[in-house]
Structures are given as structure tokens and as C-alpha cells.
């Protein structure tokens, strides 16, 4: 997974899943009367990662941009795992290599490659069957792949699970996903206006008209609806058949002798971040609630045992949730005008593969929008 985020509170991400999570707002924040009008190329309702990433790579382009969001600002860190092979089979994510160089590109634009730890995600093999896999993916991707027997493992990675050996993922990484939407929003220089909802709209062949919750009105060439799982009820959507998956992490202490631990995937995963451990995640299809549970924490640390034999009763600083977003029948995301439409877009369906998907998606849909591929 990529993206789940932990705030200052348990339950922080509860109040944020409904729209996309992870958002910040704090950038030139907009001061004018409800009733003036305004005028920009490109709107984008929702500032997570598909929205944030848009912003960038629209405002690159040369487009003027503005984004709404319709939560207040997040509070705390996250971790999120870059993890170009996913899985048990360790299968590759699609459009491999340009979705590795988009996210690169992107981390560059936005003068945040100080914000990756990127040397690297340790994937341990869990069994002699799942070892094969493992040694036949490094020989189909020797340019991003190392495979390294258990006593090559053994002395690199101690005391993570090197029983079976495991692959060495070079291009992967972490980083603080809150941060890196801020350091995208910065680098964009957009005005982001935050609690404000797009409440209608009217559309000719010129321009979108949008008015917001606060009565603002604005024209804009082109809508782009970042929703996440703020999306999945809204009924210009409904085409997309997108639903959501409730995930839940955990923070711990780190261990002293884990101190030096590399990002590790498996069955769940386990992400350093500064003097704690990011442990996830739980993949729930059916739930009522989005509270965090005891239950998905016991789950949780019963796979991080697994990677980490030696995590064992770890303090939990805190837990948290939130929803990933996907679209029915595929295993991409949606990036492209709603039915019907050429002016108005939705963007979403990143799933759990966010970090690497929304760069790629976004260059994408900007190329799109300007012109430079056929939409």
C-alpha cells in the first residue's frame, strides 16, 4: 500500500477519508468576497495525491490552477511505501518504468528528493516456493532487481526475516506523504482554498461554470474531480463503479536494535519514520465504520512478526485509518473526461498504488488537457 496516513490523533484520517486523504491547504489562501468572480484554465476539486500531482504538472505546463479541498489541513506525518513490484509474486506495476521515472521526475520538479528515502525496499522471501518466484523476477528485471541468497540477506539486513533469502527492490523507497503533497503544493504556487466544496456546475463548449459551498463563483476551461473516496457516492461518478477499501496502520516505538532497518515489504509492511515504525496494513472490503480497531492492530502486528521475528510487543504510538479508492474491473486508475463530457475530468481509482501512479497519471492527463496527446 502507498499512502496511508497517521495523524496527531488515533483517529485522525476518520475525518479525512471522505474526501482525499493526506490533503494540505496552507498556500495563498484565497481572501476574496463570495460574490466576485474568477477565472482560471484548470480547477481541481480534491488536493491529495491526484490532485496535488495534477496541480504540478498542469502548472508546468504553464496552466493556471486552482485547487479546493474540502477538509481542513491534516496534522502529523505518514509513511508510504514506494514499491514498484507488489504482491506475493512480486509483479511488476503497470507502465514499469514510466511510472518509476514519473514519480523521479516528480520528487525533482518539486524539490523533494530530500524527503525520499529511497535506497531501497527489502522484500523477504516467506517460503522456498515464494524464494523461486523471487530469483526468476530478478533475472526478468535485472535493472531493478537484485536477488540476495539468506547469508548475503542474512548479514545486510539483520534482524529482518532473511530465512529463504528475499529481493532487493533499488529503485523503492519511503516517504512522508503529507510532505510530499505539501512540496508539491509549493512548487505549483497555487492558490489552495480549503473546507470549500464544488457545489455545481454548468458546462458549454467554452468554459465550466462552478459555484462553490461559499458562493464564490468561477469559470474555469476545464474541471478535474480528485475526489478519492469523497467520489465513490457522487453521482457524476456513478459510471465508474469506484469503491473503497478501509485500511488501517499503526505506529510504534522503534526498537533500539532496529534503529538502522530498511523498508520492508510483505504480507504487510514496515516503514521507518524517524523514531517510529510505520506498520500496515489491513485491506477491508466490508466495514461499517472507519474508527481504527484492537482487532486490525492484532492483525497488523501479527504480520509485521513475520518480517520483524524480533517486533515483538512493541509500544503502539497511535493508529490510524483511511480509505483507498478504486475503480470497478480495473486495476489502473481513472483519468479522463466524465461521459459526455470534454470539460470536466475525473482523476481517481490510485488504489494502493498511489505514489507511483499519480505522477504517471497526471503528466498523463496533462498532456491530455493541453493538447499534446489525443483525449
Same mark, same amino acid.
Given at each position: ?36 468572480? +474568477? ?25 493556471? !490552477? ?17 514499491? #514498484? ?6 509483479? *511488476?506495476?503497470? +507502465?514499469?518504468?514510466?511510472? !518509476? ?5 516528480? /520528487? ?52 529482518? /526475516? ?14 512522508? !506523504? *503529507? ?30 461554470? !462552478? ?51 530498511? #523498508?520492508?515489504?510483505?504480507?504487510? +509492511? ?38 520483524? #521475528?524480533?517486533?515483538?510487543? *512493541? ?10 479508492? +478504486? ?49
Amino acid at each position: 500500500m502507498a499512502g496511508l496516513g497517521m495523524g496527531s490523533r488515533a483517529c485522525a484520517f476518520v475525518t479525512q477519508s471522505r474526501s482525499e486523504h493526506d490533503s494540505f491547504s496552507r498556500h495563498r489562501l484565497s481572501h476574496q468576497l463570495h460574490d466576485m468572480r +474568477y477565472t482560471t484554465d484548470v480547477l481541481i476539486a480534491g488536493a491529495g495525491l491526484a490532485g496535488s500531482c495534477a496541480a504540478l504538472h498542469l502548472r508546468m505546463a504553464g496552466r493556471e !490552477v486552482m485547487v479546493v479541498e474540502a477538509e481542513e489541513p491534516a496534522a502529523g506525518s505518514a509513511a508510504g511505501l514506494v514499491n #514498484p513490484f507488489m504482491g506475493r509474486k512480486a509483479k *511488476p506495476v503497470p +507502465y514499469l518504468h514510466e511510472a !518509476v521515472n514519473a514519480f523521479e521526475e516528480t /520528487l525533482k520538479i518539486a524539490s523533494a528528493e530530500h524527503l525520499f528515502f529511497g535506497d531501497g525496499v527489502w522484500r523477504p522471501a516467506m517460503s522456498e516456493s515464494q524464494a523461486i518466484t523471487y530469483r526468476r523476477r530478478a533475472k526478468q528485471h535485472p535493472d531493478q532487481l537484485t536477488w540476495l541468497p539468506h547469508d548475503d540477506a542474512r548479514d545486510r539486513f539483520a534482524p529482518a /526475516l532473511t530465512s529463504f533469502g528475499g529481493l532487493w527492490v533499488r529503485r523503492g523507497g519511503a516517504i512522508s !506523504v *503529507p510532505s510530499f503533497i505539501r512540496a508539491l503544493l509549493d512548487a505549483a504556487h497555487v492558490e489552495v482554498r480549503p473546507n470549500t466544496l464544488v457545489s455545481r456546475w454548468d458546462e458549454d463548449k467554452n468554459h465550466v461554470a !462552478v459555484t462553490l459551498n461559499d458562493g464564490t463563483r468561477l469559470h474555469a476551461r476545464h474541471l478535474i474531480l480528485a475526489l478519492g473516496y469523497g467520489g465513490v457516492d457522487h453521482p457524476a461518478l456513478s459510471d465508474l463503479e469506484l469503491y473503497g477499501v478501509k485500511g488501517q496502520v499503526i505506529r510504534v516505538e522503534t526498537p533500539v536494535d532496529l534503529a538502522s532497518l530498511p #523498508p520492508l515489504a510483505g504480507s504487510g +509492511y514496515v516503514v521507518p519514520d524517524g523514531d517510529t515504525l510505520v506498520i500496515g496494513s489491513t485491506y477491508e472490503h466490508n466495514f461499517t465504520v472507519l474508527d481504527p480497531t484492537g482487532d486490525a492492530t492484532e492483525q497488523i502486528l501479527e504480520k509485521a512478526g513475520t518480517l520483524l #521475528p524480533s517486533l515483538t510487543e *512493541p509500544t503502539v504510538v497511535e493508529a490510524a485509518t483511511g480509505v483507498r479508492t +478504486y475503480a470497478r474491473g480495473s486495476s489502473e486508475p481513472v483519468a479522463r473526461p466524465l461521459s459526455g463530457s470534454q470539460r470536466i475530468w475525473a482523476f481517481t481509482g490510485l488504489g494502493s498504488k498511489g505514489l507511483l501512479m499519480a505522477p504517471l497519471f497526471a503528466r498523463r492527463l496533462c498532456k491530455r488537457l493541453t493538447g499534446e496527446t489525443p483525449a
